[in-house]
C-alpha cells in the first residue's frame, strides 16, 4: 500500500508529472527529428554521386551548394537544437520535476499510479501482488 498522501497533492503533482512526461516524449521526437534530418542530409551525398553518373552534373552541384549543409533553421543546424533545448528549457523543466517530487512526494515519481496499481490489483491472486513502491521514500 502507497503512503497516504492527501488526494488533492497527489493529484496536483501528478499533473506536473504528466506534463514532464510528455516533455521527455518530445524530447524523443527531437533527437528523431536531429537524426532523421542529419541521415537525409548524408543521403543526399550519394544523390549527388547517382546524378552526376547519370549525366545530371548540373543538378549534382546544386544540391551540393544548395542543400547540402544547409542551416535547418537560421544559423542552426539540428544539433544545436537539441544541445539548446537541452541544456535550456528540459534541464529547467527537469530540475523543477525533481525538486517538487523531493518537496511534495518524498522523492517518489508515480505515487498516483502506485495508488491506481493499489486500487486495481486483486488482493491475494497471484501476479497482483503489491510489491515495494519502484521509487522509495528520500533518505530509504
Request: no cysteine; hydrophobic share 35%; charged share 30%.
Amino acid at each position: 500500500m502507497v503512503d497516504n498522501y492527501d488526494a488533492a497533492t497527489v493529484t496536483a503533482v501528478g499533473k506536473v508529472i504528466e506534463a514532464f512526461e510528455t516533455i521527455e516524449r518530445a524530447r524523443g521526437h527531437l533527437y528523431s527529428f536531429h537524426q532523421l534530418t542529419g541521415n537525409a542530409d548524408l543521403v543526399l551525398d550519394e544523390a549527388v554521386e547517382a546524378l552526376e553518373k547519370a549525366g545530371h552534373a548540373d543538378w549534382a552541384r546544386r544540391i551540393g551548394e544548395e542543400l547540402i549543409g544547409l542551416n535547418v533553421v537560421p544559423d542552426r543546424w539540428t544539433f544545436q537544437l537539441v544541445e539548446e533545448y537541452d541544456d535550456g528549457f528540459y534541464a529547467t523543466f527537469r530540475d523543477f520535476h525533481r525538486e517538487l517530487l523531493e518537496s511534495l512526494n518524498d522523492g517518489r515519481r508515480h505515487v498516483p499510479e502506485q495508488r491506481m496499481k493499489d486500487e486495481r490489483r486483486t488482493r491475494g491472486r497471484a501476479g497482483h501482488e503489491a510489491g515495494p513502491p519502484s521509487t522509495p521514500p528520500a533518505g530509504s
